[in-house]
């Protein structure tokens, strides 16, 4: 399928528009109108390699919380679901076009603290006739405690948060008591800065330090640590923990995905765990990012 393929006018709807199996990644229940807003498909009907990837990329999510979903109607007759750093809601809006739009049931909760995008976000719900969705310009201590959300929220999402930004919505899902967290995180550079920081001092400290010796190595293993540390957070506030693969490495580098569910039943070691590692490698200025 070339680049650029064109996809042919069609006045109907996209659930029985037969062109639409022409472009394979699109899903026949989806909304054109609303990847023509969100720009994955331009006006005139086209896919590109980039926005295929990016579709790609959250389908692949869709179908990892999809069943989530499911589980929460299975055991209540609604549910709540909050998309944290939401920027232009891609998620959020393909997330009720596939499955809260055929439902009675359910609400999406934007958080972005770009005003612009919120508006923009607000104004497309209405046009899609959207109303089970709500758009929060408010930052991560701000939506703990507004009364704008529930007080509890059975699914958080961060899809691509930057840097510290998923940390914000793990401290909001473990506020809210969420039975779920869908994290890919993103941009990780504040344990890598902490351990360039002490560098000289780790090289003193522990043999370890060869690991982050180099700056590139810094970026990557400053990366891994703190899912690392984010996950044994989770366990230690009593999730049990997943981590994957969204999509192949040729889709997007930015390409891992933590699952979490709430179990009640905390890994007893979790926290001594992060103590350790924080203490071994020269980390403890971060020790109330992970620890509390």
Not at 79 to 98: C, N, P, Q
Not at 239 to 247: A, D, G, P, R, S
């Amino acid at each position: 399928m070339p680049p650029d393929f064109q996809l042919p006018i069609y006045n109907g709807s996209a659930h029985a528009n037969p062109i639409m199996n022409l472009i394979s990644e699109i899903k026949p229940n989806q909304s054109v109108e609303l990847l023509k807003e969100l720009h994955i498909l331009t006006r005139d009907g086209k896919l590109n390699q980039d926005s295929r990837r990016k579709l790609k990329q959250v389908y692949h999510l869709f179908h990892f919380i999809e069943p989530l979903l499911d589980q929460v109607l299975a055991d209540k007759s609604d549910l709540t679901l909050v998309d944290h750093g939401a920027g232009k809601s891609y998620l959020g809006f393909i997330l009720y076009d596939l499955f809260f739009k055929e439902r009675d049931a359910g609400h999406i909760y934007g958080i972005e603290t770009r005003a612009e995008l919120v508006e923009k976000s607000e104004h497309l719900a209405i046009k899609l006739n959207f109303p089970r969705m709500s758009f929060l310009n408010v930052s991560v201590e701000e939506s703990i405690h507004t009364p704008q959300l529930p007080e509890q929220i059975d699914v958080v999402t961060a899809l691509h948060a930057c840097n510290t930004a998923t940390d914000d919505a793990i401290k909001f899902a473990l506020e809210k008591q969420a039975k779920f967290i869908v994290l890919v995180p993103c941009c990780q550079a504040e344990v890598a800065g902490v351990l360039n920081l002490h560098k000289n001092q780790s090289f003193a400290k522990t043999p370890l330090s060869e690991i982050w010796r180099h700056p590139i190595h810094t970026r990557e293993f400053g990366s891994q640590l703190t899912n690392v540390l984010r996950c044994l957070l989770l366990e230690a506030h009593g999730y049990q923990v997943t981590v994957t693969e969204l999509i192949g490495w040729e889709h997007s580098m930015k390409n891992e995905l933590i699952i979490a569910k709430r179990s009640c039943i905390a890994r007893k070691n979790a926290q001594e765990r992060s103590e350790q590692i924080l203490t071994e490698l020269n980390l403890l200025d971060l020790r109330t990012r992970f620890i509390y």
